[in-house]
């Protein structure tokens, strides 16, 4: 039995009828880790001193290993968002999902490579050097999620946490091969997560398997009183989402997301996708989202804006790594000089820009006015239809420095999941085959808010008829 | 020459009467060991996030109410961003666009000062300055803080200081407030131009901060309409800057310029939903205000037949004010109970250092001792000594009275023998007295008085004295 | 204080310069040409926005649903505070220790 390949449901079943024990599960992660991370740089960090989980549940993961993105606060754990000015900070508190995940029995085996705050869609701005894609080292595992999508791909673990700010879970996943979810905005808490679009962030779950995905979901969602934007919308069991019954489910595929710009290759995967939901009796129909082109535009004036307030309170003045200087203007000055990364900077400068005086106006308010736009636009559909179809990304994975220097061709690789984090709407990237090099192609899904069960069964309906999900990448097999 | 007129506008921060802090759960307490009520959101640790205090907004509308002004229906508040080591975030939670009361009015004497805004929003940490470097305190970082932003329609510096008066009793009164600006619960800065009377346009203005105290308000302004004067008769034009009052040299100095002026960047708080500020909350609220110390005023006045200056002083505490009101229940002499409340009471709350709110004398003892003494049972000295006792222990006086036998000596063959004998032990005193000086009688009666503990009814005394020494000679 | 040029002149090196200062970022001079160059960039793509009339357009402050999201007033001491002083950089009785603030 092939242990990394099992789902992490599996995993559960197994240790709980006792074909498996769990020291054997988590010594056997660890040491594929060791093996095989230093050749694809997934993990920043393995937890010499794992936690035992907690003898309390019974969920349908208990036991099951988990890694978590380094941006997500696990207490007396350095915590670092991959940024040199964050080196060497512990956390003195559990973030709620941890919290959750703990209880859960859950077993965290360390944390995860990244762009430095979340800011990249490549995982090349981290301070710890780029995560490699397992398909192929010579390209991103995509970002800024790409420490958790590549960990999943490689079989380190079956389950990941990730954030998603702007198609941060899911673009890495479809770099990868490997499921990622977002969840509708406020369902899960961001309580310990740290800030980089507030109005924006989600963290969510990657793994291979959707049945996962739905156990993980149902853990981590919430309402919290430490979260204010939390939702008390109430949790569904999202378990019992997972049936092979589509019929009759009204899909929308929006012209402007088929257009010059989208790789061929991908195109070609994505609609044999659609054949498999066709197949399955689902309705599909073109359907119109013409503010689609302003969206990310919008999304960069009101991320960037708000980042460049979150990150303000990294001054080396109360915590982490503090420049020594003459004089307390000089340690903000060169805390953040040698503690931020290029792309860090470019991001705050230009959210800095964006609220200044005599812009504000012109652009962060405009920025409001696109994103009324888009999310009405969105809602506009769901009347009609239960859920939207689209490729994750507009290309297959890119190569390691291809874009690096050119932060605008960047920017344009989330163009097809900006819409859903600026709506707040909840969303999926599966995988759904691969180009001619053997490089993941990942599909999008989305659906209203608080929708996720739809996502589920879409996902659970193509997952049932595919294999596209249990592929690993030939040398982590 | 031309005759110029000061206009003044005030800005006041009030840290409101909470339990826990703005934004998180860590106590509201003042003066404890620095950095012991913190937590990670109050810190600004990454991956924290606000959730609003409902009683800081309750006691916000309160006073927007109280202040007459315009509440609005939907609030939200705004980050306002900029760099200091007292701002954990190095943004400051606050309000901009949409502050919770707008267009209200304060009433000093006759005149409405009117009121622009008043918003919430989260304090600052404290620094302390050591002569190599600074330490930073974030106790008071978070602490729930409402600004209240006058229009410039204050036109001298003594109104200056009667408007924060007035501000703070009201405060007090609703209990928003204890206004302590010992304590830094209230903080005054103030902008002042000077105009030709009767011009409509206004000059330049300088801000003046580092007031400690209402009587530094008053003199700082004092000080810069001098100054103002001077430079504009003079020809010179007043530079637009902030300047500090220094309370040693009694002037106030330019600020070392900072380098640029703030631009704050204010957005949206993302981290916070809207908030409706429905009526039945604001009706609630409104009820709660009960009667504000202008009312009273009128009341008193009205009621009471009391002169202005007794009436500032019995409501200067609501605790003094429903005190006098009830002591009245027991014996209704208004001018009476005044003149207790106001000399002896207060004489001994000052000697005992407490306050009104602390003391165990109930109004009714009170007015049984007023009584006691009009009615001649006790001497008003005696009445002062037993009335620092029943501050701290409240019974019937005359019970404590009895007990300590300080009941009057009002029977005149009781005192008769003690005066003969003031009489023979004190000649030159009879003899000054003999000889016009009317006010001779008065060491003997006070001969009389310490021999009896002060229980002799000194008017019995005088006459008796008189009476006597007329029937000796 | 640096005048803001019009919004039309987008992102000069001047502009660059300030915002570096009130974000408290340094920039060598290599670095303000680097930046500039970018930022201009992503600004000319921004700049989209500006095609739409946006004139009529109603927006919401934030994304949230809810409304009135409150705590009630409760104090309780952070179970952790050791925790939280160890993370100072630099400490004195409890105090944080910063360079010399000049006010």
Known sequence: MEIHKLSGWEISQKIKNKELTLNRVISLFKERIRRFNPQLNSLVSLFEDVEPPSSESSSELWGVPILIKDNICIKNREITCASKILKGFISCYDATVIEKIKKAGLVILGTTNMDEFAFGSSCENSCYGPTLNPYNKQYVPGGSSGGSAAGVSAGFSPLALGSDTGGSIRQPASFCGVVGFKPTYGRVSRYGLVAFGSSLDVIGPLARDIRDVAYLLEIISGWDAKDSTSSVQEKRPFSSALEDNIKGLKIGLPKEYFVAGLNKEVEKNVKEAIKVFESKGAYISEINLPHTEYAVPCYYILSSSEASSNLSRFDGIRYGARKKAKDLIEVYKKTRREGFGKEAKRRIMLGTFSLSSGYYEAYYLKALKVRSLIKKELQEVFRHYQAIITPTSPTPPFQIGERIEDPLSMYLSDIYTIPSNLSGIPSVSLPCGFTKEGLPVGLQIMANHFSEDILIRLSFSYQSVTNWHKIYPREYD | ?473 | MVIFPKKDMGITKEVVKHIAQLCRIELDQEELNYYSSQLGKVLEYIEKINQLNLEETSFEFNPHTQTNVYRVDKSEKFFNLQGLLKIFPERENNFIKIPKVIE
Not at chain 2, 119 to 148: C, F, Q, T, W
Not at chain 2, 271 to 283: G, M, T
Not at chain 2, 436 to 450: E, Q, S, T
Request: glycine share 6%; aromatic share 8%.
């Open chain 2, 1 to 473: 020459m031309i005759e110029l007129e000061a206009v003044i506008g005030l800005e006041v921060h009030v840290q409101l009467a909470t339990e826990s802090k703005m934004f998180c759960s860590c106590p509201n307490l003042f003066g404890q060991s620095p950095n012991s009520l913190i937590c990670p959101v109050c810190m600004g640790l990454p991956g924290v996030l606000p959730v609003l205090n409902k009683k800081a907004v309750e006691l916000g509308l309160r006073a927007a109410l109280a202040l007459n002004c315009r509440i609005k229906e939907k609030i939200i508040f705004e980050r306002k961003n900029y760099f200091y080591p007292d701002l954990p975030k190095n943004y400051q939670i606050s309000q901009y666009s949409n502050p919770l009361g707008e267009e209200g009015f304060l009433t000093v004497g006759s005149k409405k000062i009117r009121i622009k805004r008043v918003h919430l929003e989260e304090d600052a940490g404290k620094l302390i300055h050591k002569e190599k470097y600074s330490l930073v305190d974030l106790n008071r970082a978070g602490v729930p803080l409402m600004e209240i932003v006058s229009y410039p329609d204050i036109s001298s510096a003594q109104e200056a200081q009667d408007y924060l008066k007035e501000l703070k009793l009201i405060l007090q009164y609703i209990g928003v407030s204890t206004c302590d600006m010992e304590k830094g619960f209230l903080r005054c800065d103030a902008n002042i131009s000077l105009r030709e009377k009767g011009f409509p346009g206004l000059g330049t203005k300088t801000e003046l901060k580092n007031m400690n105290s209402f009587n530094q308000v008053r003199q700082a302004l004092e000080y810069e309409i001098k100054r103002q004067k001077k430079s504009i008769l003079q020809g010179e034009k007043i530079v637009q800057e902030t300047r500090l009052w220094d309370d040693n040299k009694r002037i106030t100095l330019t600020m070392r310029t900072k380098e640029e002026a703030h631009d704050y960047r204010y957005f949206p708080e993302p981290d916070l939903v809207s908030f409706v500020i429905s009526k039945q909350e604001i009706d609630r609220q409104k009820a709660l205000i009960k009667e504000l110390p202008s009312q009273k005023r009128k009341r008193f006045r009205e009621n009471y037949n009391l002169t202005d200056k007794d009436i500032e002083v019995i409501i200067s505490e609501l605790g003094l004010s429903n005190f006098f009101e009830e002591t009245l229940k027991y014996y209704n002499y208004p001018k009476k109970v005044c003149n207790w409340i106001t000399g002896p009471l207060l004489e001994a709350l000052n000697n005992k250092r407490v306050s009104i709110g602390e003391i165990k004398l109930r109004a009714i003892n009170f007015a049984e001792l007023i009584k006691m003494v009009e009615g001649k049972k006790i001497t008003n000295l005696v009445a002062k000594e037993l009335l620092g006792e029943l501050i701290e222990n409240d019974q019937s006086p005359q019970t404590l009275a009895e007990e300590r036998n300080l009941l009057s000596i009002s029977e005149k063959s009781e005192l008769l023998g003690l005066v003969r004998e003031a009489i023979n032990e004190n000649p030159k005193a009879v003899e000054d007295f003999l000889r016009g000086k009317d006010k001779a009688i008065m060491f003997l009666v006070g001969w009389v008085m310490r021999k009896t503990k002060g229980k002799a009814d000194p008017n019995i005394l005088k006459e008796l004295i008189e009476r006597q020494i007329k029937e000796a000679k």
